[in-house]
C-alpha cells in the first residue's frame, strides 16, 4: 500500500534551518508531482511548496520561496524540503502528499517543525 513517511522535523531557532524527508512507498514514485504542505496550529492546512515527477519544475508560495528549496531524488523514492531562515510563524505540522489521482491523494503522518527562541 502506499506510505509516506516525512522526518527531519523538531526545533530551530529563529533564522535557522532544517531539512526534511518524505520517504515514498508502494507506488511508482517517479511517475507523480509530490506536494509540501503545512498546518500551524489552529489554522488550516496550506500547500506552500511541489515539484514535478521529474524534479525539473518547482513552484513555491511567495511566502517561502527564496527560502524554502523542494527537491527529490527518485533513486531513492525520497522527496526533500530544505528550510532556510526560519521564522517563528512558521512553526507546524508539515505534511507531504501525492495527489496520485482524483479518488488517490495520500498523505504522511506529518512532522512537526517549532520554530522559537
Known amino acids: 500500500q502506499v506510505q509516506l513517511v516525512e522526518s527531519g522535523g523538531g526545533l530551530v531557532q529563529p533564522g535557522g534551518s532544517l531539512r526534511l524527508s518524505c520517504t515514498a512507498s508502494g507506488f511508482i514514485f517517479s511517475n507523480y508531482a509530490m506536494n509540501w504542505y503545512r498546518q500551524p496550529p489552529g489554522k488550516e492546512r496550506e500547500l506552500f511548496a511541489d515539484?514535478?515527477?521529474?524534479?525539473?519544475?518547482?513552484n513555491y508560495a511567495d511566502s517561502v520561496r527564496g527560502r524554502f528549496t523542494v527537491s527529490r531524488d527518485n533513486t531513492k523514492s525520497v522527496m526533500y524540503l530544505q528550510m532556510d531562515n526560519l521564522k517563528p510563524e512558521e512553526t507546524a505540522v508539515y505534511y507531504c502528499?501525492?495527489?496520485?489521482?482524483?479518488?488517490?491523494?495520500?498523505w504522511g503522518q506529518g512532522t512537526q517543525v517549532t520554530v522559537s527562541s
Open positions: 515539484i514535478s515527477s521529474s524534479g525539473g519544475v518547482t
Open positions: 502528499n501525492a495527489p496520485i489521482s482524483k479518488s488517490a491523494d495520500y
